[in-house]
């Protein structure tokens, strides 16, 4: 674990004062930016509050708005962390994406929702990092393109 730790802090910094859950999950979240930036991705906005809720990472990927949801598992003995994207997650975010496009006057744009599963192996190595590209369709709300 002394590892992980070591190797957490370098990359991602000082751990901060937020509960041990939310401190988890931002540095999935650090993780994921860091691979997206490398994969070309031009990232507009982390954390994007959208009065109803979050979006973890909105970017561009050439000319398409993505919707990247995070999720970090300590280990997939529990499930992937993908699987975590339930269909009611889903309709969630496809809301706050709705939201998001409408308050940016973006609503013709074309948009999609990608997935970043995070699994932090307790082999003290660095995270798996594995990326779904247009992972789900809009749930529950018509009117967004994919």
Known sequence: MKILATWKTRILGKPTDAAPHIRFGRDGEKVALRYLKRKGYKIIEK???????????????????????????HSSKDGHPADFVTPAKQRQLTRLALLYLSQHRWSEE?????????????????????????????????????
């Open 110 to 146: 074309p948009a999609r929702f990608d997935v970043v599963a995070v699994t932090w192996e307790e082999d003290g190595g660095k995270p798996l990092v594995e990326h779904f590209v247009d992972a789900f369709e809009a749930t529950g709300l018509d009117g967004m393109y994919s």
């Open 47 to 73: 954390n994007a509050d959208v009065g109803r809720g979050e979006i973890d990472i909105v970017a561009l990927d050439g000319d398409v708005i993505v919707f990247v949801e995070v999720k970090s598992r």
